[in-house]
């Protein structure tokens, strides 16, 4: 007993071994924390869709894709600081890190403060109910959620920066037992609210919206006051040099957001206002089942980010090319798993949700093959991103970003096919960097880089 008790105080100390051992606890530790999370969600999405029903339902998923991935639309500054953040630990440097770390919140407080008075100046002028296509007897309503799950998921950009901190610190662990407690007391809350309140969106939205930021609140408080107390913001690091390298390399990481932002989180605004906001549910529903293939990659391939930043301020290249090895075979295990998916979709979804939707065959199978080209190129895209040589990932990103929602028109609407020709519309555009994403990792590694390859 004694042996296990030592064996599970081991894993937890993600600070300890080396940068293999490292990964392998967090890994284990992100399976672990990602399993509560994809239970919660199992219960999350036929909870919600009982409580609200399909209208209100997809009203409700359009807009939170929206904020969900406005919530990782943090200026670049945490792709920005986590990279920084690394090269500073790596260099065993705590007062370089004191500083990114101080200059990162203050820059970014600052910005969540501007984007609020922005925001509270003119949403009162937009219709709301038009842009998500919602019923008459929801404007009101919508309105007034609109403006406080604003406000709250905003605050969570801010807040979320300690991921950063835990990310840059090989420790992204501690990332999914924050999401995975969030998750927990979300599903307590929609429990609560489906046993003792009628439906209602407001009421719903603010709680899904509190739920996170006071989690991360906590979490913010105990880290910085504790594990990282060496390194925790202050005015008096602030520095406006380190701001210019936050900022320069963060503006990068802020344009590829916003291009991902356009490609991925518009899908369900183009439903929506095509053929209503019950489409919406269907494409969902099978983008959730799918979804849970690349959240279970992003799980092994997440700790390698800031290890690959390691490896490559240290040049260990040979370590990158053994990680790399082991990361194409999950993926050719994974590819056959999604194939595996497909063709048994029918039978999970009658499983999950019952009779209450249908989603056609032809959805699931485009959702599989978008899986498997997104794997692949995020396995090339992290150890990109770890270097810092993200400027053609910049400008292929601004390109899918301009040809995306087009697309998604022509093959939905033009076309005639429908819902699934939106996400055949994302299938085309990340096809295309699944070309050039291995070319230059091979470029890097193989130190032959040069131009736009080593930018």
Request: net charge positive; hydrophobic share 55%.
């Amino acid at each position: 007993m004694q042996k296990i008790i030592n064996n599970i105080n081991n894993l937890f100390r993600l600070d300890v071994g080396s940068r293999s051992l490292k990964t392998k606890k967090n890994i284990v530790l992100l399976l672990a924390f990602n399993m509560v999370n994809f239970l919660s969600t199992l219960v999350i999405v036929p909870l919600t869709l009982k409580y609200l029903g399909p209208v209100e339902y997809g009203v409700w998923l359009t807009i939170s894709s929206v904020l969900t991935w406005f919530s990782f639309l943090d200026f670049g500054i945490g792709n920005g600081l986590r990279n920084k953040l690394s090269e500073a630990f790596a260099e065993n440097s705590l007062q370089k890190a004191k500083t990114f770390v101080s200059t990162a919140y203050i820059i970014f407080g600052g910005g969540v403060v501007i984007l609020w008075v922005l925001f509270f100046a003119i949403y009162k002028f937009i219709n709301w109910s038009k842009i998500f296509n919602s019923p008459a007897y929801l404007t009101s309503e919508l309105n007034l959620l609109i403006a406080i799950v604003f406000f709250l998921f905003s605050l969570q950009l801010l807040l979320k920066l300690i991921y950063s901190v835990n990310q840059a610190d090989q420790r992204p662990a501690i990332n999914g037992l924050i999401s995975a407690s969030s998750n927990i007391f979300s599903v307590l809350f929609l429990l609560i609210l489906y046993k003792t309140s009628k439906r209602n969106l407001v009421v719903l939205g603010t709680g899904l919206g509190i739920v996170p930021a006071i989690i991360l609140i906590l979490a913010t408080i105990i880290l910085f006051a504790k594990v990282y107390r060496n390194v925790s913001p202050t005015i008096k690091y602030f520095r406006m040099d380190h701001s210019k390298d936050l900022v320069k390399l963060g503006t990068q990481f802020f344009v590829i957001q916003i291009a991902g932002l356009i490609v991925f989180a518009t899908d369900n605004m183009i439903i929506t206002q095509l053929f209503g906001p019950a489409e919406v549910t269907i494409y969902n529903i099978a983008y959730k089942l799918f979804y849970f293939v690349p959240l279970f990659f992003n799980i092994i391939l997440t700790p390698l980010w800031s290890a690959y930043t390691e490896a490559y301020v240290k040049e260990d290249y040979q370590w990158v090319r053994n990680a790399m090895t082991k990361i194409l075979k999950i993926w050719l295990l994974l590819s056959v798993g999604v194939v595996i998916m497909v063709f048994l979709s029918g039978a999970i979804y009658k499983i999950w949700v019952g009779d209450q939707v249908y989603i056609p065959f032809n959805l699931s199978l485009v959702m599989g093959v978008f899986v498997i080209i997104s794997n692949w190129n995020n396995i090339f895209a992290y150890f990109i991103n770890g270097t810092g040589k993200i400027r053609l990932q910049l400008y292929y990103s601004i390109f899918i970003a301009i040809i995306n929602i087009p697309l998604s028109v022509y093959f939905a609407k033009n076309l005639g096919i429908g819902i699934t020709g939106v996400m055949v519309a994302t299938c085309v555009c990340v096809i295309i960097g699944s070309i050039w994403v291995p070319i230059q990792y091979l470029k890097i590694i193989n130190k032959k880089a040069t131009g736009i390859w080593a930018k």
